[in-house]
């Protein structure tokens, strides 16, 4: 296959899966959906390496007080999330953990520990250093009662709720990178950065949950499809940690 039909391929897929907008998102960076189809695989796997690779640049540009970035950060959140939907609607999504929780039961999927090496292969895919890595609260234990709740919030509602208050908080985080001009401190505010910090918290717990069903995959192997999500959610704690570093260095 040529590398043009191969480029044609993945923007098919984008298009298909996020409309022609949000999928000129992954065009801005000469060569980009080229590169990703190139190395091979499936189409889908071509779109999420090349979501993936751009939302490292867009991390890079948050950290540095870019709301653009922000605003990128979602969108291309937002395309992730429709890729997977166009395999596993969340509807099968949630049929699938139900099925867990009534095979395996709740505390297999609350106590399953993290994949640390594949967590590890994921932040590097993000840009994230070594050192950085082990900076990242994976040890952390979680409140019992905040992970049941959780759990219980993919059981009834799938995905998509996370996914849409992953797009807002960082619409806001953009809104209020433009009112400041980027990095540049004002007076503080203690109260102003509370949802974007609890937000980080929040999608930790989202991430546990995928994370844990996708682990049932060496049993039920449908579940492994759990491990997009997990790193969708790897993802949005990780980009709304930084924002939340950020907000604080910024209002106080």
């Known amino acids: 296959m040529t590398e043009m039909n191969s480029r044609r391929m993945v923007l098919g897929?984008?298009?298909a899966v996020a409309g022609g907008g949000s999928a000129a998102?992954?065009?801005?960076?000469?060569?980009a959906a080229a590169q990703t189809a190139a190395g091979g695989g499936s189409n889908a796997d071509a779109v999420i390496g090349e979501v993936t690779r751009q939302l490292k640049d867009a991390l890079i540009g948050l950290e540095n007080g870019?709301?653009?970035s922000a605003r990128r950060a979602a969108s291309l959140a937002q395309i992730w999330a429709a890729q997977i939907h166009a395999r596993t609607p969340d509807s099968e999504l949630r049929a699938l953990a139900q099925r867990a929780v009534r095979r395996q039961g709740r505390a297999a999927i609350l106590d399953a520990p993290l994949n640390h090496a594949e967590m590890e292969a994921?932040?590097?895919?993000?840009?994230?250093t070594g050192a950085r890595i082990a900076q990242l609260d994976l040890h952390g234990p979680a409140d019992p009662q905040a992970k049941e709740a959780a759990l219980d919030?993919?059981?009834?509602?799938?995905?998509?709720?996370?996914?849409?208050r992953a797009v807002s908080m960082l619409t806001r985080t953009a809104e209020r990178l433009d009112a400041t001009g980027g990095l540049r401190p004002i007076a503080a505010r203690t109260d102003f950065c509370d949802d974007i910090c609890l937000g980080q918290d929040w999608f930790k717990l989202e991430m546990e949950i995928a994370c844990?069903?996708?682990?049932?995959?060496?049993?039920?192997?449908?579940?492994?499809?759990f491990?997009?999500?997990?790193?969708?959610?790897?993802s949005f704690w990780l980009i709304m940690l930084s924002a939340c570093q950020l907000c604080r260095a910024l209002f106080g």
């Open 227 to 234: 491990a997009e999500v997990c790193g969708l959610f790897a």
């Open 212 to 225: 844990g069903l996708a682990a049932l995959g060496a049993l039920f192997p449908p579940m492994l499809v």
């Open 25 to 31: 998102l992954l065009l801005r960076t000469p060569g």
């Open 66 to 68: 870019s709301g653009e």
């Open 13 to 15: 897929s984008m298009v």
């Open 153 to 164: 919030r993919l059981l009834a509602d799938g995905i998509k709720p996370v996914v849409d």
């Open 122 to 128: 994921h932040f590097r895919a993000m840009g994230l």
